[in-house]
């Protein structure tokens, strides 16, 4: 298994990033698929989840209505659509499946 997460680096509050997630070695078809963060000096947290099918997504409400998730079942890639950014979303953004982790981007919010 093996999860390649892009797209991280500097934003401004209220701006906005798209991470991206790209999956191989297994069936990502039939994968159910999340995000989580961890932020400096804190424990990895929870972000996103997604249904192998795309129909069902789950969010932490520290970032509802403002992060979207989304998948790619032809392109083996799952995104997170990060709006209306703070500086507490500041975080290392890991993808994840079963128990398998990829190595993170980095999400920087500052001004």
């Known amino acids: 298994v093996q999860l390649v997460e892009s797209g991280g680096g500097l934003a401004q509050p209220g701006g906005s990033l798209r991470l991206s997630c790209a999956a191989s070695g297994f069936t990502f078809s039939s994968a159910d698929m999340s995000w989580a963060r961890q932020g400096p000096g804190k424990e990895r947290e929870f972000v996103a989840a997604i249904s192998w099918s795309g129909r069902e997504e789950y969010y932490a409400d520290s970032v509802k209505d403002r992060f979207t998730i989304s998948r790619d079942n032809a392109k083996n890639t799952i995104y997170l659509a990060m709006n209306s950014l703070k500086p507490e979303d500041t975080a290392v953004y890991s993808c994840?499946?079963?128990?398998?982790w990829g190595q993170g981007t980095q999400v920087t919010v500052s001004s």
């Open positions: 994840n499946v079963q128990f398998y």
